[in-house]
């Protein structure tokens, strides 16, 4: 397997402790992830503190009309992540304007355009009378985006719907031996990658280590990566 594909989720509020983990990180992982509280709490300057050690995975999984989605999206991208996330749930049209907004952003700034990614149907739900995360995919990506974050059991539907190109990236991995926390649809490393992910994202089983190297080597061995 020649593509890394350990995203480590840096879910802590003060960006000290982004930038440590990603620089003990760096090298090691595809992506560091700021999600909603990090960025919210400090600012969008912690994406340039995580940046200089380790691209980041924007995870703020906008959703908005597509006038304001557009505006996000271009702000977000000048940052320079390598990843961005809207709510596919917005739509064809939204996720349309996020990367139209997210290609001029990145353009203006000098950075590649981000990999804009549609969050189909949140890992902390589950159940009947949810909207079919294939469905929801395959809108994604015929309007742009470039692939979708898609949680436990749906993993091979979405893969099938989608082709290889599309990227797939699936939250609240749990490696084995640790409790799924609040993620109700939750795999093993090797049973995400088994299933079609290109990428995993871990958060507290590395982040909440005593080693948080030691604890990614072992996820990148058990996907024969190391």
Do not use: C
């Not at 924007?58 to 006038?67: A, T, Y």
């Not at 290889?164 to 640790?178: E, F, I, N, S, Y």
């Amino acid at each position: 397997m020649s593509r890394n594909p350990l995203i480590v989720a840096a879910d802590v509020a003060e960006p000290e402790g982004a930038e440590l983990l990603a620089k003990r990180l760096a090298g090691m992982v595809a992506f560091v992830k700021v999600g909603l509280t990090l960025f919210v709490a400090a600012g969008p300057a912690v994406v340039e503190r995580v940046r200089a050690h380790a691209p980041v995975f924007l995870d703020l999984k906008l959703h908005d009309i597509p006038h304001q989605v557009r505006g996000a999206a271009r702000a977000a991208a000048a940052l320079g992540p390598g990843l961005l996330t809207v709510h596919a749930l917005g739509g064809p049209d939204m996720v349309r304007a996020a990367v139209e907004g997210a290609s001029a952003g990145a353009d203006h700034s000098g950075f590649e355009p981000p990999a804009v990614l549609a969050v189909t149907v949140l890992s902390s739900l589950a159940g009947e009378g949810l909207a079919a995360p294939a469905s929801l995919a395959y809108e994604a990506v015929s309007a742009g985006a470039a692939g979708v974050v898609v949680s436990g059991d749906d993993v091979a539907v979405v893969r099938e719907a989608l082709g290889a190109k599309a990227l797939l990236v699936v939250p609240g991995v749990r490696p084995h031996g640790h409790a799924g926390n609040d993620q109700v649809r939750v795999l093993t490393p090797g049973e995400a990658m088994e299933r079609g992910a290109d990428y995993i994202v871990v958060g507290r089983p590395i982040t909440g280590a005593g080693d948080p190297v030691a604890a990614a080597r072992a996820i990148l061995r058990e996907v024969r990566v190391e």
